[in-house]
């Protein structure tokens, strides 16, 4: 009777043993499968992005908005100086010496050409499709591509503009000289200070202020590799430049964007060169102006064509070619340029879109009036000139278009000494 009750134990246990060898062979097929697909679901990445202060709320709802849609990608937002220039030398600092901390950058649209070359952010060919191109607005996607490839995504775009006081002058001057005799006009009938402020310290906003006018007058700094700067129409652009000086105000030399920008909200000035960005300010409760200013296309010169040629600003979204989270950063990227975080950055913080699309959305032109006539705008903005070596070419003209409005050299020598610097630059 024992042996039988133990015989029966055996044949149970053996049993019981099969039966778990055969459920772990079916496990070794299936189970280790389910369980990483299970642990892949609940894994939480995180991804740094590096972008320059915001003053209005649009990154944050934008962070937020993604963060809900993509709860298992968290982001640190990484806070950098206001200033493009201390970005551009922290970035590069970090980025030449390998550094993998930050994911995705913003990158300045003067800067993909430079991180391309020097090999620091990713190709986005296998991510950013031809067909998704084609939505965004080409201006910026040709900032964004260097030897045939897209290295970055617009994020919001730019380009310069002129507001003016829409209450003193009733249609905006279409050409330069034309600025001149309004401004003038209007400060010798004491109705403002000052007929015009822009930015004209030696900075990156002076060479976009001064390509403004070298490609309004039928002027070009490169074509292809060559340097054609040197020409009438550009020598002819500068004296246009500097003959505003003549109705700004006394320090324009040392201005950059706020300078101007609070002089005209305060009700100083009848013309006013800056970025769209400017419009919510201009039109707060706080502003001595608001609803007092219009916007208008740059204006032309004489030997210009049918528009003013305005300078291509904006900034881009990159990847850093080392991230260890590749695949997370570009799920930002394409959230953050994509329609939804786009109206939230057009609604809450004035940005230009980047897609087309936008600029006939009820919400957006709602929130933004004067979105639908810098679509024009936008459209025939030039960008500055794309080249790995960039930072050296803006360092060129800064400097001689400083020398040239400070006195200290004539135009016919600025333009010369451009021209033969940006050659030397591009031959090295």
Not at 5 to 27: P, Q, T, Y
Not at 203 to 220: A, P, T
Request: proline residues 5%; aromatic residues 10%.
């Amino acid at each position: 009777m024992v042996f039988l009750l133990i015989f029966a134990v055996l044949v149970f246990m053996l049993a019981a043993c099969g039966s778990s060898e055969k459920s772990g062979d079916n496990s070794t097929e299936s189970q280790p499968e389910e369980k990483v697909s299970e642990s892949k679901s609940e894994e939480v990445v995180t991804i740094t992005y590096a972008r320059g202060k915001d003053i209005t709320p649009a990154t944050q709802k934008m962070l937020e908005a993604f963060e809900d849609k993509y709860p298992n990608i968290k982001v640190n937002y990484q806070e950098m100086p206001s200033q493009s220039d201390q970005q551009h030398n922290a970035f590069v600092t970090a980025l030449s010496a390998g550094d993998d901390s930050v994911d995705v950058y913003r990158l300045d649209i003067i800067w993909p050409s430079e991180f391309a070359s020097a090999g620091w952010i990713l190709p986005l060919d296998d991510y950013f499709s031809e067909e998704e191109r084609e939505k965004f607005l080409q201006g910026p996607i040709q900032g964004c591509t260097y030897n045939g490839s897209i290295y970055a995504v617009p994020l919001y775009t730019d380009a310069g503009v002129l507001y003016y006081r829409k209450d003193l002058i009733p249609n905006p001057p279409e050409t330069w000289d034309e600025l001149y005799s309004i401004g003038k006009k209007l400060m010798d009938e004491g109705k403002v200070e000052y007929g015009f402020v822009f930015q004209a310290n030696q900075y990156e906003g002076l060479v976009c202020n001064v390509l403004e006018y070298i490609h309004s007058n039928g002027g070009k700094v490169i074509d292809g590799s060559n340097v054609v700067l040197n020409s009438e129409n550009a020598i002819e652009a500068l004296n246009i430049f500097k003959k505003m000086l003549d109705i700004a105000p006394e320090g324009v030399t040392t201005y950059i964007e706020n300078d101007g920008g609070v002089m005209f909200q305060e009700g100083k000035v009848a013309f006013m060169r800056n970025w769209p960005s400017w419009w919510s300010k201009l039109n707060s409760d706080e502003s001595a102006v608001k609803g007092k200013v219009g916007v208008a296309p740059i204006p032309k010169g004489p030997n210009g064509d049918a528009t003013g040629k305005a300078t291509l600003g904006g900034w881009n979204l990159a990847i850093n070619k080392n991230s260890k989270n590749k695949d997370a950063a570009w799920t930002f990227i394409e959230f953050m340029t994509g329609e939804e975080a786009q109206k939230i950055q057009a609604i809450e913080g004035g940005f230009l879109p980047v897609r087309q699309n936008l600029y006939k959305d009820a919400d957006v032109i709602k929130a933004n009036p004067h979105f639908e006539s810098m679509y024009d705008v936008l459209v025939n903005a030039l960008p500055r000139p794309v080249s790995p070596f960039y930072p050296k070419i803006s360092e060129s003209i800064q400097i001689n278009t400083h020398k040239f409005l400070m006195g200290e050299i004539d135009a016919k020598t600025a333009i010369e000494n451009m021209a033969k610097e940006i050659q030397e630059i591009l031959e090295q």
